[in-house]
């Protein structure tokens, strides 16, 4: 039986870990080496290390601060934010990356998701989306650059695109749930699954036990990520695995 992953996610702005709702009013809540070693040690699957300002500020992500979240874990972790090109995913995957997150950059060149997947492997290549629920209520759309600009793009025609192309895993943030913690967006998120076989990564709105339990019993993600829950303490890693260890859904301890 394939074990679901636990995620915590680092949101950095200005070489420190930020967490806001609906990706505004951010507050500062630590350094990203010191809560990256953190959670290693409480046991997550996987890190996810987004530099949420540099596509918006038209810079390359921030390697030294890559490596130095490296150098305090030993299990998978993603980097995304600002990644353009080919050189600049080379770079981040050698400062100790093993997967890297695409999102601006491949809406804007989808050609790049199919030669990053050439040179690198499908594997290292997850495809980031955050996505809005249309004023319509019919779909969702593509929203970019940390979340200042919809582009009208359905979600998950999208998505179905991205995989066509390559990508190896799907990094799928509700931009509605985002920091509300009131449960993942289950119905974006099924309909992702529907479409595409490779894994899904579910982001925005946990807020509690309850919430991680709901969206694997329902089959609605492979990995569940979280940001704020862990940040402030109100759960640990362990605490969200032994949960769901008692409620029959396979993690790794």
């Known amino acids: 039986m394939i074990t679901r992953r636990i995620i915590p996610c680092l949101d950095?702005?200005?070489g420190r870990v930020v967490k806001g709702i609906n990706f505004v009013g951010l507050r500062e809540v630590g350094d990203p080496a010191e809560l990256a070693k953190q959670y290693y040690e409480q046991g997550a699957d996987e890190l996810v290390f987004l530099d949420i300002t540099a596509t918006h500020e038209h810079r390359e992500t921030m390697v030294h601060i890559v490596e130095k979240v490296a150098e305090q874990?030993?299990?998978p972790f993603t980097i995304g934010g600002g990644i353009r090109t080919a050189d600049e995913i080379r770079a981040v995957l050698r400062a100790g990356a093993d997967k890297v997150s695409l999102n601006s950059a491949a809406v804007r060149?989808?050609?790049?998701?199919?030669?990053?997947?050439?040179?690198?492997?499908?594997?290292?290549?997850?495809?980031?989306?955050?996505?809005r629920m249309r004023e319509t209520k019919d779909g969702w759309n593509v929203v970019i650059n940390?979340?200042?600009?919809?582009?009208?793009?359905?979600?998950?025609?999208?998505?179905k695109e991205g995989v066509a192309k390559g990508a190896g895993e799907i990094l799928l943030t509700s931009?509605?749930?985002d920091g509300t913690k009131n449960g993942f967006d289950l119905p974006f998120l099924k309909a992702v699954r529907k479409e595409v076989h490779v894994p899904v990564i579910a982001s925005g709105g946990c807020g509690s036990l309850e919430h991680f339990h709901e969206v694997f019993a329902q089959d609605a993600a492979d990995a569940a990520l979280?940001?704020?829950l862990f940040?402030?303490?109100e759960l640990t890693v362990g605490d969200v695995k032994n949960y769901l260890k008692?409620?029959?859904?396979?993690?790794?301890?």
């Not at 600009?149 to 025609?157: K, S």
């Not at 008692?246 to 301890?253: M, T």
């Open 231 to 233: 940040h402030y303490g």
């Open 12 to 14: 950095v702005k200005d």
């Open 109 to 131: 060149n989808p050609d790049l998701i199919s030669q990053s997947a050439s040179l690198f492997g499908s594997q290292c290549i997850v495809l980031a989306v955050d996505g």
């Open 146 to 159: 940390g979340g200042r600009i919809d582009t009208g793009i359905d979600a998950v025609e999208w998505i």
């Open 226 to 228: 979280a940001a704020s």
């Open 175 to 177: 931009m509605d749930a």
């Open 73 to 75: 874990v030993f299990m």
């Open 246 to 253: 008692e409620k029959g859904i396979p993690v790794r301890l």
